[in-house]
């Protein structure tokens, strides 16, 4: 990994600062800042020699301190059903950190394109049907490596201005390749909240990529103090992992909620900023047979959500090597579905994609935890193991 710094991840002011470092002169540094930003964010230049408009001298001196060098890609896999899954390499921050890796996946549709990003590796939370949730935190991303999943898969796909698609088969027939954007990779996106957030805010600058905050969805497993700010800092769409209608099981299924019980984070959910029937929330709930899936299960949570412009969206378990659950059966699922879509929430099954290579939500687990061929757990572990195994 290049030793220079990378540029992705650079606010406009950071460019500024970076250009005058280096001995950009004051007069010159504003324009030729703007000029980097639109090469950087809006024509996703991967070499300083793209960037024609600026004089060779120039070119030069940015090459010699800085790289624009995203994530790099350890493995790449491709789902029977179009899905693909990146597994990343981080520029390690110290030089005690052995090869941090994340996992970035693309799920193609006919008419969209979503890009699943990780916020963390690995994840403080211990949810206890979550493979990330096995993987202890090892830390942050930067707002670049958050950004550069963004960059990196629109590189892969073909996806920037002018760039032609380099494979077509299975990519959305719409002009962007990756229209939405969720938050739903590994980790907590609301306890790294500055890193995410000065991401989010790249990736929507109108000047730059553009994305529309109504087409990013940020995932939290329930983070109370942080929900108000995220409306009001980031104003993206909120997704709530809800999982369970009373506190005793969502205790044992997502563990912050001994500190964040179900009234209280409803509660941030109704003062959530900009909610309106044209901006619900989605709440997320996963089938896991037996434990969550009753009938009455359905009926509480219409009688929860009462008054909370909402989705419900509801997720069959995805298995993992080890997992302690089963993911409840058909007939169950659409008994569930239909008891909260006659309450008048539209509550689509979210149909799994990408699990034969481990890509469904909550199966992502890199091992920058390197296994120990002694460690037996992780032996079970095979698949994703072997996409995971840096070369
Ligand atoms: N940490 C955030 C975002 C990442 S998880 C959060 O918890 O919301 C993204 C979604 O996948 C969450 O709703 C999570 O609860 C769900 N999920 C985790 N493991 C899963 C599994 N094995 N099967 C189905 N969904 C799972
Ligand atoms: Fe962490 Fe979300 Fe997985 Fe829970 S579900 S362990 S919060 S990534």
């Given at each position: 990994?290049?030793?220079?710094?990378?540029?992705?991840?650079?606010?406009?002011?950071?460019?500024?600062?970076?250009?005058?470092?280096?001995?950009?002169?004051?007069?010159?540094?504003?324009?030729?800042?703007?000029?980097?930003?639109?090469?950087?964010?809006?024509?996703?230049?991967?070499?300083?020699?793209?960037?024609?408009?600026?004089?060779?001298?120039?070119?030069?001196?940015?090459?010699?301190?800085?790289?624009?060098?995203?994530?790099?890609?350890?493995?790449?896999?491709?789902?029977?059903?179009?899905?693909?899954?990146?597994?990343?390499?981080?520029?390690?921050?110290?030089?005690?950190?052995?090869?941090?890796?994340?996992?970035?996946?693309?799920?193609?549709?006919?008419?969209?394109?979503?890009?699943?990003?990780?916020?963390?590796?690995?994840?403080?939370?211990?949810?206890?049907?979550?493979?990330?949730?096995?993987?202890?935190?090892?830390?942050?991303?930067?707002?670049?490596?958050?950004?550069?999943?963004?960059?990196?898969?629109?590189?892969?796909?073909?996806?920037?201005?002018?760039?032609?698609?380099?494979?077509?088969?299975?990519?959305?027939?719409?002009?962007?390749?990756?229209?939405?954007?969720?938050?739903?990779?590994?980790?907590?996106?609301?306890?790294?909240?500055?890193?995410?957030?000065?991401?989010?805010?790249?990736?929507?600058?109108?000047?730059?990529?553009?994305?529309?905050?109504?087409?990013?969805?940020?995932s939290?497993?329930?983070?109370?103090?942080?929900?108000?700010?995220?409306?009001?800092?980031?104003?993206?769409?909120?997704a709530i992992s809800l999982h369970?209608?009373?506190?005793?099981?969502?205790?044992?299924?997502?563990?912050?909620?001994?500190?964040?019980?179900?009234?209280?984070?409803?509660?941030?959910?109704?003062?959530?900023?900009?909610?309106?029937?044209?901006?619900?929330?989605t709440f997320e709930y996963v089938?896991?047979?037996?434990?969550?899936?009753?009938?009455?299960?359905?009926?509480?949570?219409?009688?929860?959500?009462?008054?909370?412009?909402?989705?419900i969206n509801?997720i069959?378990?995805?298995?993992?090597?080890?997992?302690?659950?089963?993911?409840?059966?058909?007939?169950?699922?659409?008994?569930?579905?239909?008891?909260?879509?006659?309450?008048?929430?539209?509550?689509?099954?979210r149909?799994?994609?990408?699990?034969?290579?481990?890509?469904?939500c909550?199966?992502?687990?890199?091992?920058?935890?390197?296994?120990?061929?002694?460690?037996?757990?992780?032996?079970?572990?095979?698949?994703?193991?072997?996409?995971?195994?840096?070369?």
């Amino acid at each position: 990994m290049s030793e220079k710094q990378s540029l992705i991840g650079a606010s406009k002011p950071q460019l500024q600062q970076l250009l005058a470092n280096i001995g950009v002169p004051e007069k010159q540094c504003r324009m030729r800042q703007e000029q980097l930003w639109h090469w950087l964010y809006t024509r996703g230049s991967t070499s300083f020699e793209d960037m024609t408009n600026i004089s060779l001298a120039m070119r030069t001196q940015l090459e010699d301190h800085f790289c624009l060098q995203r994530p790099k890609i350890v493995t790449e896999q491709i789902s029977v059903d179009g899905t693909r899954k990146w597994l990343l390499a981080l520029k390690p921050q110290s030089p005690r950190e052995k090869a941090p890796e994340v996992e970035c996946v693309y799920i193609p549709e006919s008419d969209r394109g979503t890009l699943c990003i990780s916020s963390q590796i690995g994840c403080t939370l211990n949810c206890s049907f979550c493979h990330t949730g096995t993987q202890r935190l090892l830390r942050n991303l930067t707002p670049g490596e958050i950004v550069g999943q963004i960059m990196l898969a629109r590189d892969q796909i073909g996806d920037w201005p002018g760039a032609q698609a380099l494979d077509q088969t299975g990519l959305p027939t719409s002009e962007r390749k990756i229209t939405n954007i969720v938050l739903m990779g590994m980790g907590e996106p609301l306890y790294n909240f500055e890193n995410v957030r000065d991401a989010m805010l790249l990736a929507m600058a109108e000047d730059g990529m553009a994305y529309s905050r109504r087409r990013i969805t940020l995932s939290t497993s329930g983070l109370v103090p942080e929900i108000a700010r995220t409306g009001e800092e980031m104003k993206v769409m909120l997704a709530i992992s809800l999982h369970a209608v009373r506190d005793e099981l969502r205790d044992v299924l997502v563990p912050i909620n001994k500190k964040y019980p179900i009234a209280a984070l409803l509660d941030a959910c109704r003062n959530y900023p900009g909610l309106s029937n044209a901006r619900r929330i989605t709440f997320e709930y996963v089938m896991l047979k037996d434990i969550n899936d009753s009938a009455a299960d359905a009926r509480e949570l219409v009688r929860l959500l009462a008054g909370i412009p909402a989705k419900i969206n509801l997720i069959p378990f995805n298995p993992w090597p080890g997992s302690p659950y089963e993911c409840s059966n058909w007939e169950q699922i659409e008994t569930f579905a239909d008891i909260v879509n006659r309450a008048g929430y539209a509550s689509p099954v979210r149909t799994p994609r990408g699990r034969d290579i481990m890509a469904a939500c909550g199966q992502l687990k890199s091992l920058s935890q390197k296994q120990r061929a002694s460690d037996a757990k992780l032996d079970d572990h095979a698949d994703s193991k072997i996409m995971s195994e840096a070369p």
